[in-house]
């Protein structure tokens, strides 16, 4: 029998994955969805999670897709009602409420899963598995997109708590966190802020790897024309690779063939709510707060340099 799943915040990552993954996925079947302003069509839809909580008691899992900033809260109350709940990433505004909602899921006995989407994108598994056999000498991450077209209108990205660049620039360290088998921590960091915004729209860091190798990133989120998503590592035994986000490898330069993906439309959250549901099956929780305390750390530690005022 599916779970019976919720979605809450409908916007854009919630219609573009969440909704036809969920439609497609033999684990889950959508029955309600909460969000203030959109519903799904065919099914029952509530302005908040509290209101669907109540009227829907046999709802078993939810996932919460909306901002960060607001997703805590949520997350509580469906623990609270035994409902097992998918956090988009970043996980939560601060590392201390992704804890203390880790610490509940244990107490209520539900799964928690801190989904990062970027680890499950098609070749992200076989860098961390060439690399694990090799010693890392330099990585580069360059990750750049156009707010404008991958976030259009989200005011919520550049207000406090919605990280700006970090929103995107996150999923490049959850790649680097899950493909180096050393940790890393940050040593230099510059975070560009529009003069009228609360949060960076470009970020330079610079990361010291335990074994000695230096990680350098450069996160724009004004980029125009086509993305750029790429992590390039060079070891002592060649150099890797993986760009588009995850979705290609190369090796030494020449393209790594690789197995075709089952669902090409949605490669990363086809195998995340597979992943989502068999943690639910097996009674376990998935939270790691690595990408997200290196966000932090760039807060803490960044330098802050002005940039011009921006608008939508
Ligand atoms: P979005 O289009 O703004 O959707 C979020 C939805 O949450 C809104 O449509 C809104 O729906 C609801 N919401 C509830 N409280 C809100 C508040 N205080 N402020 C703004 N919206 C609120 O954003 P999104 O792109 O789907 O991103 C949501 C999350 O998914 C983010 O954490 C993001 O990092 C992650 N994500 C996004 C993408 C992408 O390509 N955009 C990719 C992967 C992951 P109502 O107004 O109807 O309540």
Known sequence: MPL????????????????????????????ATASRSAGVEGVRSFPSLAELLDACPEVQAV??????????GDARL??????????????????????????RAEAAGVTLFASWHSRFAPRVTEAADWLSTRQ???????????????????????????????????????IVTRILSEPFSLTRARLTFP??????????????????????AEFDFLHPGEPCWDIDVATDDGRLLLSKGGAELSIE???????????????????????????????RSDVDVAPLR????????????EGPPFSF
């Not at 799943?5 to 889950?28: C, E, M, N």
């Open 294 to 305: 290196h966000v932090a750390d760039a807060f803490m530690l960044g330098e802050r340099i």
């Open 78 to 103: 469906a623990m609270a009602r035994g409902v097992h709940v998918l956090l988009e990433k970043p996980p939560a505004a601060t590392l201390s409420a992704v804890d203390e909602l880790a610490r």
């Open 195 to 216: 003069a009228n915004r609360q949060a960076p729209s470009a970020a330079e860091l610079a990361f010291e790897v335990a074994q000695g190798a230096q990680i350098a």
């Open 4 to 31: 019976k799943i919720a979605v809450v915040g409908v916007g854009k990552i919630a219609r573009d994955q969440h909704l036809p993954v969920i439609a497609a996925s033999p684990d889950f079947e959508l029955v």
């Open 136 to 174: 890392v000498r330099a990585v580069r991450i360059v990750w750049k997109e156009d707010v404008r077209v991958w976030h259009p209108g989200q005011e919520w990205i550049f207000a406090a708590g919605g990280m700006g660049v970090f929103d995107p620039g996150i999923n490049a360290l959850s």
């Open 253 to 283: 330069g020449a393209a790594a063939p690789g197995a075709a993906s089952a669902d090409p439309a949605h490669p990363e959250y086809a195998p995340l709510y597979a992943h989502f549901a068999r943690l639910i099956s097996e009674g």
């Open 63 to 72: 996932s919460l897709c909306t901002p960060p900033a607001v997703r805590a």
